[in-house]
């Protein structure tokens, strides 16, 4: 078994969150109560951290900040794009589960890494 392929956001997300560390920690120290501020850093850099596919023998699972779904390559109909660019997996049963940080552009790479069970679709014509 092959491990999977992993697709999450870039690290230099977190230069951001460095920067909102500087922002937050004057704040947060400026009382006892404050200090909750703190939380929201260490949130966004987890969500950098933990959001994204992986791609497998198994099946393509979408992980989020709270969970994570794996949708098997015997449950999986399609492939819907939505108006904004984002991905969502359409399953047998007719539920949808999104997959977070990839887009339209990066459907060459998710075909490719899925072994051929998720085809491209070719341009319109025109």
């Known amino acids: 078994m092959n491990a999977p392929a992993r697709l999450r956001m870039s690290r230099t997300a977190l230069l951001p969150v460095l920067i909102l560390v500087f922002?937050?920690?004057?704040?947060?120290l400026a009382s006892a109560w404050t200090l909750?501020?703190?939380l929201i850093p260490v949130a966004v850099a987890a969500w950098v951290l933990r959001v994204g596919v992986d791609i497998g023998d198994d099946?393509?699972?979408a992980r989020s900040l709270a969970g994570s779904r794996t949708v098997s390559w015997t449950e999986l109909a399609?492939?819907?794009?939505?108006?904004?660019?984002?991905?969502?997996?359409?399953?047998t049963a007719g539920t949808e589960v999104r997959l977070p940080v990839v887009r339209t552009r990066d459907l060459p790479r998710l075909a490719?890494?899925?072994?051929?069970?998720?085809?491209?679709?070719a341009p319109p014509a025109q």
């Open 59 to 61: 099946g393509i699972t």
């Open 23 to 28: 922002c937050v920690v004057p704040l947060a």
């Open 78 to 91: 399609g492939i819907r794009i939505d108006e904004r660019n984002a991905l969502w997996l359409v399953t």
């Open 36 to 38: 909750v501020l703190l």
């Open 112 to 121: 490719a890494l899925s072994g051929g069970r998720v085809d491209v679709p």
